[in-house]
């Protein structure tokens, strides 16, 4: 059974806007930070954004104040709120964990196409 599920990807035009969830099934207490990564073909899988367990939030410098990142109530559900979307966005968009001792684990992609 998967630990994460990602969803909400889709086809956007430039400048519009998609929110991206990523549910969760671990342990909440364990978990350290969630991650969203993306990958385009040929190209490493690069950190999109980042959630520490303390609600402490990071951003790649081409996604900052274009992207948010958050999680629900019950810490369970992690968003990718991603608004004013550019071509250079479509990716395999992807969350991640980071659990206690180096535990980790990677929900499938979500595929995010920005395209007029």
């Known amino acids: 059974q998967d630990k994460l599920a990602a969803s909400g990807g889709g086809l956007v035009q430039p400048g519009g806007s998609l929110r991206l969830s990523c549910t969760s099934t671990?342990?909440?207490?364990?978990?350290?930070?969630i991650h969203w990564y993306r990958q385009t073909p040929g190209k490493e899988r690069e950190m999109v954004a980042e959630?520490?367990?303390?609600?402490?939030?990071s951003y790649q410098d081409s996604v900052k104040g274009r992207f948010t990142i958050s999680r629900d109530d019950t810490g369970q559900i992690f968003y990718l709120q991603m608004t004013d979307l550019k071509l250079e966005d479509t990716a395999e968009y992807y969350c991640?964990?980071?659990?206690?001792?180096?535990?980790?684990?990677w929900g499938q992609g979500t595929q995010v196409t920005v395209s007029a």
């Open positions: 991640h964990a980071n659990l206690d001792f180096g535990i980790e684990y």
């Open positions: 959630i520490t367990d303390t609600g402490s939030t």
């Open positions: 671990l342990t909440i207490s364990k978990i350290s930070a």
